[in-house]
Every structure is written in C-alpha cells, then in structure tokens.
C-alpha cells in the first residue's frame, strides 16, 4: 500500500498535536506541494489543527507549560513557538524566578557551598577568580535555557549573596 500524504498526516497527529507550519515542513520533503495541500484541508475540514486565534493561543499555553515543566525559560519557550507557528506567550517573571532557583540548587548548589568553605582568603588564595568562573558558569547556564538576563542576574545576586 502506497503511503500518501493524508495518511502521513493522520499519523504524526496520532503521534502529538502540530500545527499547520509543522505538518507543511514535514510532508513537503516526501509529497508533492499539491498533495501537501490537500492532506492540510482535509485535516482543517475536520478541525484537526487550530485554526482560530483563541485555538492557537491555547495550543501555544499548552506547548509553553510541557516546556516549562522541563524547566525551559520564557525566551527559549518563545523562539521555539514562534519556530512551530504559534502565537508567544507573556512571560511570568516570579515563575521563571522559581524556575531558575530550582535549577540552580539542582545543579550548582553543591557546587557553591564547597567553594563557599573555601571562602577565608588564607586557604584559598584563588578564590575570586573561582568565584568569577562559577558566575560565568551559572549565567551560561541559565541563559542556555532560555532565561533572561534579568533573571540570570537575579538569581546570581541572591543565591552567591548568601
């Protein structure tokens, strides 16, 4: 049996929700741009895919909260909605706050409080620039989840002021 392009979509919206955008990129490297077309207004005919303004925002708060729970900031969450075609949502600066904080004590918190026993000068001479490499290190970090340099610089001068 031959695989069309309807049969390919109903597929992958088996596998998860697309959107449209991503349906098109997928089925354009194997279909023709006709057949592509078509297999879409089927999928819209059936209301397969979001089509109104309040169905693609909801879609967007639902991508945006598996994303989140992965611990994603509101910058990478964003760039990656608008990447799939979807509207960006408002960025909640006390929730990437909480975000960042868990982060941080999940994977640097250790960390800190050993190069914190170090801290009279007498034992560890270097200590500053250990200090400046782990500020660099946290803010990489968390920028490289998408979280924005105000929050970077939050979370930095509240958990290395303790």
């Not at 109903?10 to 959107?19: C, I, K």
Request: hydrophobic residues 35%.
């Amino acid at each position: 049996m031959k695989m069309t392009a309807r049969n390919k979509m109903m597929d992958y919206l088996t596998r998860r929700d697309h959107t449209e955008k991503e349906l098109r990129q997928k089925l354009s490297k194997t279909f023709l741009p006709d057949e592509v077309e078509k297999a879409l207004q089927f999928a819209r005919a059936r209301k397969w895919l979001p089509s109104t303004d309040k169905e693609l925002y909801e879609f967007s708060q639902k991508v945006g909260a598996a994303l989140g729970r992965k611990n994603k900031g509101a910058h990478y969450i964003n760039q990656y909605l608008t990447d799939i075609g979807l509207p960006p949502l408002n960025e909640d600066f006390s929730l990437e706050l909480n975000k960042a904080q868990d982060l941080f004590e999940r994977k640097f918190q250790k960390k800190w409080t050993a190069l914190r026993s170090d801290l009279p000068l007498e034992r560890n001479p270097d200590f500053f620039d250990e200090l400046r490499h782990f500020k660099g290190q946290v803010f990489r970090f968390l920028q490289s989840r998408g979280f924005s340099i105000a929050v970077c610089q939050k979370i930095l001068s509240e958990k290395l002021a303790n």
